[in-house]
């Protein structure tokens, strides 16, 4: 199985503060790399799909990157609705699998 | 607009049965695959099982294979998950989820799940 896991746990920041994560995969990938973003009480959200496309609806402030094993999400301008847990998610092999989360807290 | 809606999550003893649902509208429901992802409290979401749009190939996470069976009814726009011989370790709110280029575009609310003596 390919696992994937997230860095940092936890990001502390305020409003206005650019964001960057990282999800790093055990082998490569050919580019079936997902960000998911989920609130408490609600289903996750599709963010940004095949790496670097941006789901239709999400703000322009969410961009994905990277390619082979290293991915990243960027948030530029946090806003106060986007404190929230991301997820990162494969889907070039079964199972598919998540990372663990990335945690957007209030400083 | 896209809407999943689950139903026939419930408690359940160690070892029981259950059979979930999903059923789909304001989409083509037979062009997409579909998913089941469950969230345990506290923990991440986890992919459980894939079913295709048209020859119904599937997929399932190691844990469930042998005692969870998906299959979809295009005519009815559902897709169901069979659990048979349930663990405590299965209790988790599970998501019916559409795929769309190989992500997870569309998540329904959510059916809760118990498996607990």
């Known amino acids: 199985d390919i696992q994937l896991t997230q860095s940092p746990s936890f990001v502390s920041a305020s409003v206005g503060d650019r964001v960057t994560m990282t999800c790093r995969a055990s082998q490569s990938l050919d580019g079936r790399f997902a960000w998911y973003q989920q609130k408490p009480g609600e289903a996750p959200k599709l963010l940004i799909y095949y790496i670097s496309t941006l789901q239709s609806g999400v703000p322009s402030r969410f961009s994905g990157g990277g390619s082979g094993t290293d991915f990243t999400l960027t948030i530029n301008g946090l806003q106060p609705e986007d404190f929230a847990t991301y997820y990162c998610q494969q889907a070039n092999n079964f199972p598919w699998t998540f990372g663990r989360g990335t945690k957007v807290e209030i400083k | 607009e896209v809407q999943l809606v689950e139903s026939g999550g419930t408690w359940v003893q160690p070892g029981g049965s259950l059979r979930l649902s999903c059923e789909g509208s304001g989409f083509t429901f037979g062009s997409f695959s579909l998913n089941w992802v469950r969230q345990a409290p506290g923990h991440g979401p986890e992919w459980v099982s894939y079913?295709?749009?048209?020859?119904?190939?599937?997929y399932y996470t190691d844990s469930v294979k042998g005692r969870f069976t998906i299959f979809r009814d295009n005519a009815k726009n559902s897709v169901f998950l069979q659990m048979n011989s349930l663990r405590e370790e299965d209790t988790a709110v599970y998501y019916c989820?559409?795929?769309?280029?190989?992500?997870?575009?569309?998540w329904g609310q959510g059916t809760l799940v118990t498996v607990s003596s």
């Open positions: 989820v559409r795929d769309h280029h190989w992500s997870l575009d569309h």
């Open positions: 079913i295709s749009e048209r020859d119904a190939t599937t």
